[in-house]
């Protein structure tokens, strides 16, 4: 999302965002049918959606249009994007055709780390010119998201966030988050990690496991004014327990 954001806004480019969800339909990001009354007489009128902002007429540039959780989207909306990413036009059910000048940029989860993960269909996936499969990165490079992504959920290039004002001090929130970064973080990039790859942990922890993680304990230690092993292990089991899914007998967390 943000390698999206930062390049359309680099190339100066018309940038749009679109979230799949189980649920979605063709209509939610293409067109929709809407009724309007013309001298009392109904009438049946197509409005474009996302696509509006990606017509060519608008756009000397190709546009950017960023679908985000590709794989919560079901095959008959995947399939609905056929058409504009091969002919960079969107055919109404009028026959009324609109030229386009975009570039879909997905992202998305395989079955190999999200069970509930939708398959791409084959004739879409042809359809992108690249198609890349990242992995987990190393443990440095994991720390480092740890760390730019607590700045980033905290609102620190800006202004404190709004969210994590339950804290009876947000400064008092901010130095502990400074410790236990400063203490555990590397510990609880490291137990994360070790989560992946026990044989018991069915579906493994992603990088939010951990950035959680250090939340949960961070506000746990400013409400008890301190930090303490057992608010840190009482904050790690709370921030990860709902985010794997455990096989067998064998209780990690125990381990």
């Known amino acids: 999302t943000t390698m999206a954001k930062l390049f359309a806004r680099a190339v100066g480019a018309t940038f749009v965002r679109t979230t799949g969800r189980y649920d ?3 209509e939610d990001f293409i067109a929709e049918k809407e009724i309007v009354y013309d001298g009392g007489v109904p009438k049946v009128v197509w409005r474009l959606r996302a696509v509006e902002k990606l017509l060519r007429d608008r756009n000397q540039r190709p546009g950017v249009w960023l679908f985000d959780e590709f794989d919560k989207m079901n095959r008959k909306s995947m399939t609905a994007l056929l058409e504009l990413m091969e002919e960079q036009q969107v055919t109404l059910p009028t026959g009324e055709t609109h030229p386009l000048n975009f570039m879909l940029v997905a992202s998305g989860n395989s079955r190999k780390y999200d069970r509930d993960a939708n398959p791409i269909p084959r004739s879409v996936r042809d359809r992108f010119a690249v198609y890349w499969e990242l992995g987990y990165l190393g443990p440095e490079e994991e720390y480092q998201v740890l760390e730019q992504g607590i ?29 236990v970064l400063g203490e555990y973080g590397p510990c609880i990039v490291d137990a994360v990690r070790w989560l992946r790859a026990h044989k018991a ?18 506000a746990l ?3 008890a004014g301190g930090l303490s092993e057992d608010t840190v292990v009482k904050g790690f089991q709370a921030a990860v327990a709902g985010k794997i899914s455990v096989t067998g007998d064998d209780n990690p967390f125990e381990l």
């Not at 290039?157 to 994590?164: E, G, H, K, R, V």
């Not at 942990?201 to 961070?218: F, K, T």
């Open 151 to 179: 700045k980033y959920l905290l609102g620190e290039d800006t202004a404190p966030s709004d969210q994590f004002r339950f804290s009876p001090d947000l400064a008092l929130f901010k130095k502990m988050k400074d410790v």
């Open 24 to 26: 979605m339909l063709p």
């Open 221 to 223: 230690s400013a409400v």
């Open 201 to 218: 942990v069915g579906e493994p922890p992603g990088p939010r496991a951990y950035l959680h993680a250090v939340l949960v304990i961070s």
